[in-house]
C-alpha cells in the first residue's frame, strides 16, 4: 500500500474544497486535495451568487432562515472571503467585477435576467434593464443557444450567425485564442455594420484569456461586449475551475484526480486516513484533518436512496427534511423542494454535529439547509464557509 | 462503471482535446456512453468515428460519475478493428517493436534512409506524416553490469519500454545510474513491447501476445522479491490498468500490485527514509507538462514533488492539455491535422510561461512538443540526474 503524509485532506474539487486548500497551502500547511472526478463548478455558469433574494446581497444572509449555514461564518469572514476570491481571479487572469453589498443582473440564454453578485468581467457590460439595444451573434450549428428565445423578450435585440469551421463550445473558445482565427472574425464583424448599442455572445470567447479577447473585440468594434452564460459544457465554469485549480497548485497544494474513497482509517474521535480505489495497490492518505467539500447529489457528496439519504465517504448522519413524500413539491419547477435542505448539520466550527469525528471539517453545498436553488447562494456560500472550515481546521492542528 | 450511469454533464466533452479541433469526431459522451445503448453484438460496427479518438483518457479522469468514456470507446476501436480490414499505418504501427527492432540492428542505415526523399515518399505513401521528425533508432541498447545485490538493498526489475530502448537508451542508463545511487539494485528483465501500440491500433491479439509474455516474465521477477519499475507512462498505464480491464491477462493484477512509476518509487524510499537525496542547485525555469496517461494512472505528479526539492529550480505544472501525438496516432496522415492543432494549443500555454525548456515523462510527448516549438525536452530523470550530478560516462 502506498502511504502518504499530509497535514490536510481535503475531499472534494469544487469551489469550496479548492478555496480551502489554497487558504491552508498558502499558509505552509502540507494540503493534498482528492477527487473522484472534475467539479459541478465546470457546469456553473462561473458567476458567484452570494444571496439572490435582496438586490443587497449582505443584507439577504441576514433575512435567511435561523438555521441557515451562512449565519455560522461572521460577516467580516464573508466579506474577506469575497474579497480574497477576487484578488485571485485577478492574479490568475479571469478578473471579476461586483461587490458585497450589490447584486448584478446577468442575461440568460433565455433573454431573462439572472441575478448575482461577483460576475466574470466578460458579463460586466451585461445591461442592467431592457433600454440598451443589443446584437446578438451566434454561431452556426452551435447547440442550445437560440438567439430567438432573447429577441423574443427584448424587442430591442437583432442577431447575426458566424461560421468558426465548428460547432461545439469547446470547438470555437479554443479557435478563440487563436490570433488568426480572431483577426478574421473580427474583420467580419466590422461588415456587419452593428447599430445597436452592445454586442452579446454565447459564452465561447476563450479557454483561458476571455477577458482579453471580450477587450480585444471591444477595442476594435468600439462598442460593449459582454457574453451569455450557455448550458454546459460552460466556459465560464470551466475557467473558473481552471484558475481555482491552478492557484491552489501554485500555493503549493498537491491534487490526486479520480480517486474514489473507498474506506476510512479511524482511532478514537480521530479520522487517520481515507483510502481511495485504484487498479493496483490501494492508496492510503493520511492526514491530521480532513475538509469535506465533496458537494450535495450531483456533487457526489451526498447519495439519495428510496427513503434516506447517505454521506458518501464517513457516513456522517445527514440532515433529512423529513419522509420521503416531503422531498419533492409537485411542481418541477419550484424553488421549495425538500430535498434542497438536506445535508450534514455541523456545529459553530463547522465539525459535524451530532458525530464523534473532531477533524472533519465541512463547508460548500454538502452543508444542511441551505437551500440553494431558493437563495441564489452557491458559489458565495462554498466560498464563505471554505474560509470558515479551513481558519478551524488551522485552529485544530496548532 | 456502467455506461448508464452517465448523467450527460458534458464535463468529458470539456476535456476532450480531439473534439476541439476535429468536428468529425463526435465526442467523449457521444462516441461513448450514448452510442454505446446502439451497440450491438448482431449488427456490424458501423462507427468508424471511433477510430479518431486518441485515447487520452482525459474523459475519464474527468467523469465525476465513474462512467469510463476512453473504455467503452477502445472496445469499440476494438470491435472495429476486428471486424474490419486494417490501413498498413495501423498494421505498422501495432507491430511497432519489430519494426523498430530492425531499425535499431540497422540504425545508421534506417536513420538515414528515413530522411531521404525516398524514405518521405514511403512514408507519405504509407500515409503516414512527418510533420516532426522520426525519432532516430540507436544502435546501443540499453545494458546493465550485473553485480552481486547487496542482501539489504532494495531490488528492482526495470521496465524500460520500446522509447528509451530503441531511440534513447541514454535516458534509461541515467535512471540505472540514479537508482543505483540510491543503493537501489536495478536488473532489466526480459520484455516485450507493453501491448499499447498494438491495442491503440486496433489488434488487441498481438497486444494479449506482448502482455502474456511480459506477465510471465515479470512475474517471475516478483516472486524472487523484485518490485517492477516502468518509467513510461504510457507502458505504465497499459501494465497496471489495460492488462487487467481490457486484456484479460491472468496475473495481471500481481503485476499491477508490484509494479510502480520510476519517481513514485523514489518517493516512497525517502517517505521510507531509506534514501536522503542531497540535491544541488539547478537555476533554471522549466515546463513540467503533464502526460494524460500520467494523470490517468492516478498517482499524483510525483516527479513534480521531487523537482521541488531541488533548489532554484523552478518547475510550472501544466496538466490541461494533451500534446497531441498520443503515441502513434499522430503519425497517422487521417490524424495529422487534429495532432498538430492540440499540439500547438499545448505549446502556446507552455511558452506562456517562458520556461526554456519542457519537461515530460513520455517519450512522445517530448517529440511533439520539442518538434513543434523548439524547445529543448527533458525527461524528468534527466533533470534528477543533473540536480545530483550525475553524467554518463561515455564507453568509446
Known amino acids: 500500500m502506498s502511504v502518504t503524509e499530509y497535514d490536510v485532506i481535503i475531499l472534494g474539487a469544487g469551489v469550496a474544497g479548492l478555496t480551502a486548500g489554497a487558504f491552508l497551502a498558502g499558509r505552509g500547511f502540507k494540503v493534498a486535495l482528492v477527487t473522484s472526478g472534475e467539479p459541478t463548478a465546470c457546469l456553473s455558469t462561473g458567476c458567484i451568487d452570494v444571496c439572490s433574494r435582496n438586490n443587497n446581497p449582505l443584507a439577504g444572509i441576514k433575512a435567511l432562515p435561523a438555521e441557515h449555514p451562512f449565519h455560522l461564518v461572521p460577516e467580516k469572514t464573508i466579506r474577506e472571503s469575497l474579497d480574497n476570491f477576487q484578488a485571485v481571479m485577478t492574479y490568475m487572469g479571469i478578473p471579476y467585477t461586483g461587490a458585497a453589498e450589490e447584486n448584478r443582473l446577468v442575461l440568460s440564454a433565455l433573454g431573462t435576467f439572472k441575478t448575482s453578485c461577483l460576475v466574470p468581467s466578460t458579463m460586466k457590460a451585461v445591461p442592467q434593464d431592457t433600454k440598451d439595444s443589443i446584437h446578438i451573434i451566434t454561431f452556426a450549428g452551435l447547440k442550445d443557444f437560440y438567439p430567438s428565445y432573447i429577441l423574443s423578450r427584448r424587442k430591442n435585440a437583432k442577431f447575426s450567425v458566424y461560421d468558426a469551421g465548428v460547432s461545439s463550445t469547446m470547438g470555437i473558445a479554443s479557435h478563440f485564442e487563436e490570433k488568426e482565427f480572431l483577426e478574421s472574425f473580427i474583420d467580419w464583424l466590422k461588415g456587419q455594420n452593428i447599430v445597436e448599442d452592445k454586442i452579446a455572445f454565447p459564452a465561447v470567447l476563450g479557454l483561458e484569456s476571455a477577458d482579453e479577447i471580450v477587450q480585444t473585440i471591444a477595442a476594435h468594434i468600439g462598442k460593449p461586449v459582454f457574453e451569455i452564460p450557455t448550458i454546459p459544457p460552460s466556459m465560464p465554469g470551466r475557467r473558473l475551475f481552471n484558475a481555482l485549480k491552478d492557484y491552489f497548485r501554485k500555493k503549493g497544494g498537491d491534487i490526486y484526480w479520480e480517486w474514489p474513497v473507498i474506506g476510512v482509517e479511524k482511532s478514537g474521535k480521530i479520522i487517520e486516513a481515507v483510502m481511495t480505489a485504484s487498479t493496483g495497490r490501494p492508496n492510503s492518505i493520511n492526514g491530521k484533518a480532513f475538509i469535506l467539500a465533496t458537494g450535495s447529489f450531483v456533487g457526489g457528496g451526498l447519495t439519495a436512496g428510496r427513503d434516506s439519504i447517505t454521506e458518501n465517504i464517513f457516513n456522517l448522519p445527514v440532515h433529512s427534511p423529513g419522509p420521503r413524500e416531503t422531498w419533492f413539491e409537485n411542481d418541477y419547477f419550484s424553488f421549495n423542494h425538500g430535498i434542497g435542505r438536506a445535508g450534514i448539520k455541523v456545529d459553530s466550527s463547522l465539525r459535524p454535529a451530532e458525530s464523534p469525528w473532531e477533524n472533519i471539517f465541512v463547508c460548500g453545498g454538502i452543508l444542511a439547509d441551505t437551500e440553494i436553488l431558493k437563495n441564489g447562494c452557491g458559489h458565495g456560500l462554498a466560498l464563505a464557509t471554505a474560509h470558515m472550515a479551513a481558519q478551524s481546521c488551522m485552529e485544530h492542528i496548532r | ?396
Open chain 2, 1 to 396: 462503471m456502467n455506461f448508464e450511469h452517465c448523467i450527460r454533464c458534458t464535463i468529458c466533452v470539456e476535456n476532450c482535446p480531439v473534439m476541439r479541433v476535429n468536428p468529425d469526431f463526435p465526442g467523449p459522451k457521444q462516441a461513448g456512453p450514448d452510442a454505446q445503448r446502439f451497440r450491438s453484438d448482431r449488427e456490424k460496427a458501423e462507427d468508424e468515428w471511433v477510430l479518431l479518438c486518441s485515447q487520452c483518457k482525459r474523459c475519464e479522469m474527468a467523469c465525476p460519475c465513474g462512467v469510463e468514456p476512453a473504455r467503452i470507446i477502445l472496445k469499440a476501436q476494438q470491435r472495429y478493428g476486428l471486424e474490419h480490414t486494417h490501413s498498413l499505418a495501423h498494421l505498422l504501427f501495432a507491430n511497432n517493436y519489430y519494426l523498430s527492432a530492425l531499425g535499431s540492428l540497422t540504425a545508421p542505415i534506417a536513420n538515414r534512409f528515413a530522411a531521404t526523399k525516398i524514405g518521405k515518399k514511403i512514408f507519405a505513401a504509407l500515409r503516414i506524416s512527418t510533420y516532426i521528425p522520426f525519432p532516430k533508432f540507436r544502435f546501443r541498447k540499453l545494458s546493465w553490469n550485473k553485480r552481486t545485490p547487496n542482501r539489504r538493498s532494495r531490488k528492482v526489475a526495470f521496465f524500460y519500454g520500446c522509447f528509451i530502448n530503441f531511440y534513447r537508451p541514454d535516458i534509461g542508463k541515467k535512471i540505472i545510474q540514479l537508482l543505483k545511487s540510491f543503493n537501489v539494485d536495478v536488473v532489466l528483465p526480459p520484455q516485450w513491447c507493453c501491448g499499447l501500440p498494438a491495442l491503440g491500433n486496433g489488434n488487441l491479439q498481438l497486444a494479449r501476445n506482448f502482455a502474456l509474455k511480459n506477465t510471465a516474465s515479470l512475474s517471475n521477477y516478483i516472486d524472487a522479491g523484485y518490485d517492477i519499475l516502468y518509467s513510461c507512462t504510457s507502458c505504465g498505464l497499459c501494465l497496471l490498468h489495460d492488462y487487467q480491464d481490457i486484456m484479460d491477462i491472468p496475473k495481471a493484477k500481481k503485476i499491477a500490485e508490484n509494479t510502480y512509476d520510476l519517481h513514485e518509487y523514489i518517493l516512497k524510499l525517502v517517505d521510507d527514509n531509506y534514501i536522503k537525496p542531497q540535491f544541488q542547485e539547478v537555476r533554471r525555469k522549466l515546463a513540467y507538462h503533464i502526460p494524460c496517461h500520467l494523470r490517468a494512472l492516478g498517482i499524483g505528479y510525483p516527479a513534480a514533488k521531487l523537482m521541488s526539492m531541488i533548489p532554484g529550480l523552478e518547475c510550472e505544472i501544466i496538466d490541461d492539455n494533451c500534446c497531441g501525438l498520443s503515441g502513434s496516432y499522430g503519425f497517422k496522415k487521417s490524424n495529422e491535422a487534429a495532432a498538430i492543432q492540440i499540439g500547438n494549443r499545448a505549446v502556446a500555454r507552455i511558452k506562456k510561461t517562458g520556461a526554456a525548456a519542457i519537461v515530460a515523462d513520455c517519450g512522445s510527448c517530448r517529440m511533439q512538443l520539442g518538434g513543434i516549438s523548439g524547445l529543448a525536452t527533458l525527461d524528468p530523470a534527466e533533470v534528477l540526474s543533473e540536480a545530483l550530478g550525475i553524467t554518463l560516462t561515455k564507453k568509446k
